[in-house]
C-alpha cells in the first residue's frame, strides 16, 4: 500500500521527500486569506531546505515582496549528510559560483540568505538569494543552526519524518511559530498530543484526507505502489496520512463542525456501524464511541470517543478535547465486547 512508503522510510531513513510547490501554495494562502499581515516584518527560517531542491525557500523567495518578509534564512544539509550521498551530483547554480568547494560540498552545509535587492532590478526574489558555506552540516540540531532558530520569528519546512519528534521539541523550546509536515499518526507520540489538548498546536487547512505526493532523490529506492517517474526522470511517491501541523491560525479551526442529533445519526446516517443501532459505551470510561467524525451527536453532553482524523475538523470553540486513547485504568479504551478501538481521543461539546 501507499502509505507504506512513509513507514519504510522512517525505518530506513531514507525520509528526503520534496514537498510540490502547489502543496506548499495551497497551503500559506489559507493563512494569508485569514491574516494578510502574518508573514509582514517576519524572519522565516526554512531548516534542511536547500533551494537546489526545496520548493519551500524557491516559493518564499517569489514571494517576499508580497508577504512584506524581513529576512528569509534556508540551510541544508551537507552532501555527506544526505541518504542520497552515494549519487549526489552538485548543481551548475552551485558548480558555477566562484566560492564552490569540492571537499565543502561534501562536509558542509550550506546557508542561504535572502534580505535585499542584490541584483538591482528593483525587486527581491530568488535571484537575491546569497550563500555561503556553513561551519558544520547543516543538521538542525547544531549550535550553529540553533542560532538561526533563536533568531527567526517563523519556522517552516518538511522535516525528516525519522527526526519529526525531536525536530518538533526543538521548535517548541524557544515557543516558536511553526508550519511543518508529518505524519498523522504523530498525533499519537506522547511528546506530541499534550501540545494539540493545550491547544499550543493544530492541523493545517489543506490536507484532510486522501494522499499527497512528493519527489525524492533519484536513489531513492522504489518498493511500493504509488509512485511514478515523469517524462525529466524524476521520482514521486505518494504518500497517505500525511498532515500539516502549526500553530499559525487559519478560519477553518474556527468554523463548527456542522452534526445532526444522535436520534437523527441513528436514523439517517450513512455508516452501518451506527444507522439502526445504539452508540456502544467503554467498559472502562463513562463515554460513548462514535467511530466516524461526522456521526458525532449535536445533543449528547456527555465525553465522546472520536477518531484521530477528528482533528481535521475540529474547533476549539466547539469541542474540549479531555484526554487521548487510555480509560479510567489507563489502558486502550475498549468496548463492552472486549475490542479495542484503534486510537480514540476524548472529547465533549463545549457550552
Given at each position: 500500500m501507499a502509505n507504506s512508503n512513509l513507514s519504510n522510510a522512517k525505518n530506513a531513513k531514507n525520509d528526503e521527500f520534496y514537498t510540490q510547490y502547489n502543496d506548499i501554495e495551497k497551503e500559506i494562502n489559507a493563512y494569508i486569506e485569514y491574516d494578510h499581515n502574518v508573514f509582514r516584518g517576519k524572519t522565516l527560517l526554512l531548516p534542511c531546505d536547500d533551494p537546489e531542491w526545496s520548493n519551500f525557500t524557491k516559493y518564499f523567495a517569489q514571494n517576499f515582496h508580497?508577504?512584506?518578509?524581513?529576512?528569509?534564512?534556508?540551510?541544508?544539509?551537507?552532501?555527506?549528510?544526505?541518504?542520497?550521498?552515494?549519487?549526489?551530483?552538485?548543481?551548475?547554480?552551485?558548480?558555477?559560483?566562484?566560492?564552490?568547494?569540492?571537499?565543502?560540498?561534501?562536509?558542509?552545509?550550506?546557508?542561504?540568505?535572502?534580505?535585499?535587492?542584490?541584483?538591482g532590478n528593483g525587486?527581491?526574489?530568488?535571484?537575491?538569494?546569497?550563500?555561503?558555506?556553513?561551519?558544520?552540516?547543516?543538521?538542525?540540531?547544531?549550535?550553529?543552526?540553533?542560532?538561526?532558530?533563536?533568531?527567526?520569528?517563523?519556522?517552516?519546512?518538511?522535516?525528516?519524518?525519522?527526526?519529526?519528534?525531536?525536530?518538533?521539541?526543538w521548535i517548541t523550546e524557544w515557543e516558536k511559530q511553526f508550519l511543518i509536515i508529518g505524519n498523522m499518526n504523530s498525533i499519537t507520540y506522547k511528546e506530541v498530543f499534550p501540545l494539540i489538548k493545550s491547544d499550543r498546536m493544530w492541523l493545517g487547512p489543506s490536507i484532510r484526507s486522501g494522499d499527497r505526493e512528493f519527489q525524492v532523490p533519484d536513489d531513492y529506492p522504489i518498493t511500493a505502489a504509488g509512485w511514478r517517474i515523469d517524462k525529466d526522470g524524476n521520482k514521486f511517491l505518494r504518500i497517505k496520512g500525511v498532515r500539516w501541523f502549526t500553530n499559525l491560525d487559519h478560519g477553518r479551526r474556527h468554523q463548527p463542525l456542522p452534526?445532526?442529533?444522535?436520534?437523527?445519526?441513528?436514523?439517517?446516517?450513512?455508516?452501518?456501524?451506527?444507522?439502526?443501532?445504539?452508540?456502544?459505551?467503554?467498559?472502562?470510561?463513562?463515554?460513548?464511541?462514535?467511530?466516524?467524525?461526522?456521526?458525532?451527536?449535536?445533543?449528547?453532553?456527555?465525553v465522546m470517543g472520536v477518531p484521530i482524523s477528528f482533528l481535521d475538523k475540529y474547533s476549539p470553540e466547539q469541542f474540549?478535547?479531555?484526554?487521548?486513547?487510555?480509560?479510567?485504568?489507563?489502558k486502550d479504551l475498549r468496548l463492552k465486547n472486549g475490542a479495542c478501538p484503534y486510537f480514540r481521543i476524548l472529547i465533549k461539546h463545549r457550552k
Open positions: 508580497r508577504f512584506g518578509l524581513k529576512k528569509l534564512i534556508s540551510t541544508s544539509y551537507a552532501a555527506e549528510s544526505k541518504k542520497c550521498k552515494s549519487n549526489y551530483q552538485p548543481t551548475l547554480f552551485e558548480t558555477s559560483d566562484p566560492k564552490f568547494d569540492k571537499n565543502k560540498t561534501a562536509k558542509n552545509g550550506k546557508i542561504f540568505i535572502l534580505n535585499h535587492d542584490r541584483t525587486k527581491i526574489d530568488v535571484d537575491d538569494l546569497e550563500w555561503h558555506y556553513m561551519e558544520g552540516d547543516g543538521d538542525f540540531r547544531s549550535k550553529e543552526v540553533t542560532k538561526l532558530r533563536d533568531e527567526a520569528d517563523i519556522i517552516i519546512t518538511n522535516p525528516p519524518f525519522s527526526l519529526f519528534r525531536e525536530f518538533l521539541a452534526l445532526m442529533t444522535m436520534e437523527d445519526n441513528i436514523k439517517y446516517s450513512k455508516h452501518k456501524e451506527i444507522k439502526g443501532k445504539e452508540y456502544q459505551k467503554y467498559d472502562n470510561y463513562d463515554a460513548i464511541e462514535v467511530p466516524f467524525t461526522d456521526a458525532i451527536p449535536s445533543d449528547y453532553d456527555g474540549e478535547i479531555i484526554k487521548f486513547r487510555h480509560g479510567n485504568d489507563e
